[in-house]
């Protein structure tokens, strides 16, 4: 059937991202009571699907579906992945892994929050001397992508660490889930997170855990922080009842079913390639307006680029972000609490052209308010 088309917006924020309008459409469907067995069969084999898209044996991990934002994803590893008298180690270099802190921090949990420079890669070799410092570490915590600063940390080799210790080891990969290819096994990973509004270029509200199935059964046992989030709760009714053990976000569902055909469609390395695409693209626009970035580019996660304010009296960021919104981009502020700065993200449905397009429109915005171009530091 054919729909009228949507206004196409380019999102240049660290998502939601631009979704296709077969997705945005796919959330046309009757109405269906969410405890029916069609819709249960639904969730099945999405979580299935959420397993394979990070090359994970379903004999191995399993996928347990929240509703809810990113964080409650963060919420539900944290408080429910510690066993008793035990620790949580956060390495923490950036926005997102200080949020697994504060969540440990508010369940009064026992926690070693390793506060790094949050300019750089996490240092494998402080994190293998952290765990190496105390035997009460259980879990070993960290963000795949801080999308803050566009830092991408070397899950792999700390992951080779935490194993050589018997660590568990979770990892936010809310930003690069569906898009940096991930290998549950070979990256050495037992827990990661997303949601279905990032890498899948679907829509709000549906978040999920996948993770080692053996070690979700053992933290059965484990003290009970949480209820809503309770990480072997949720798996325990997904797995016996084929429900979401709260109402789930059934459109949300629906548009994640379609987004994930059309990941399939374009495959993992192609789908990894248009994101790299973006980022030189992202990078040729701020070059030639002479743009500084606060992260070397061989650190970047090619996701996210933060760009420092131009030094220029006349500039200034909500004049020029309602400008090129306005005209159908939206750009993002920075969360690098020193330094002034914003983000273009290489996220969403989009294509090199598209930002091109917006280099444009930010040259007429920046020079429509006095600001030099290029612009000076």
């Known amino acids: 059937m054919d729909y009228p088309k949507v206004k196409r917006n380019v999102l240049l924020n660290p998502g939601p991202a631009t979704t296709t309008d077969t ?16 819709f249960g069969q639904i969730m099945k084999e999405m979580g299935e699907d959420l397993v394979k898209i990070v090359h994970g044996d379903l004999n191995k991990y399993t996928a347990v579906l929240f509703t809810g934002s990113g964080t409650i994803n963060i919420d539900a590893c944290v408080s429910s992945l510690v066993p008793a008298g035990k620790k949580i180690l956060i390495l923490n270099n950036g926005a997102y892994s200080a949020r697994g802190a504060e969540v440990a921090q508010y369940y009064h949990m026992d926690h070693i929050n390793l506060k790094l420079p949050i300019t750089e890669p996490i240092d494998v070799a402080k994190a293998e001397e952290a765990i190496k410092a105390d035997p009460d570490i259980a879990v070993v ?9 566009g830092i991408l940390n070397p899950i792999r080799e700390i992951g080779a660490v935490a194993h050589k210790y018997d660590k568990t080891m979770v990892v936010d990969t809310t930003s690069t889930y569906a898009m940096i290819p991930i290998d549950m096994d070979k990256d050495n990973l037992d827990f990661i997170m997303a949601s279905a509004q990032k890498g899948l270029m679907s829509m709000t509200g549906l978040s999920y855990v996948i993770g080692n199935t053996a070690k979700l059964e053992e933290s059965k046992d484990y003290p009970t922080r949480s209820y809503y989030t ?34 399939w469609e374009v495959g993992e390395q192609a789908k990894w390639e248009r994101h790299q695409s973006l980022w030189e693209a992202i990078y040729k626009g701020l070059d030639r307006l002479g743009f500084q970035t606060i992260i070397p580019r061989e650190m970047q996660s090619k996701l996210v680029v933060s760009v420092l304010y131009p030094n220029d009296p006349n500039f200034d960021f909500t004049t020029i972000h309602d400008y090129v919104y306005e005209r159908g981009f939206t750009i993002y502020p920075g969360k690098v609490s020193d330094l002034p700065t914003f983000r273009l993200c290489a996220l969403g449905t989009i294509v090199p052209k598209d930002v091109d397009d917006f280099f444009v429109c930010l040259e007429e915005g920046l020079k429509s308010m006095g600001v030099q171009v290029p612009v000076k530091y």
């Open 230 to 263: 309770n990480l072997y709760m949720q798996y325990d009714f997904i797995k016996n009842k084929g429900e979401m053990h709260f109402t789930p976000p059934v459109q949300t569902i629906y548009a994640t079913r379609q987004a994930i055909k059309e990941y």
């Open 23 to 38: 997705v945005k459409y796919a959330q046309v469907v009757p109405d269906i009571c969410p405890r029916e067995k069609e």
């Open 141 to 149: 915590y960290c963000c795949h992508h801080e999308t803050g600063t």
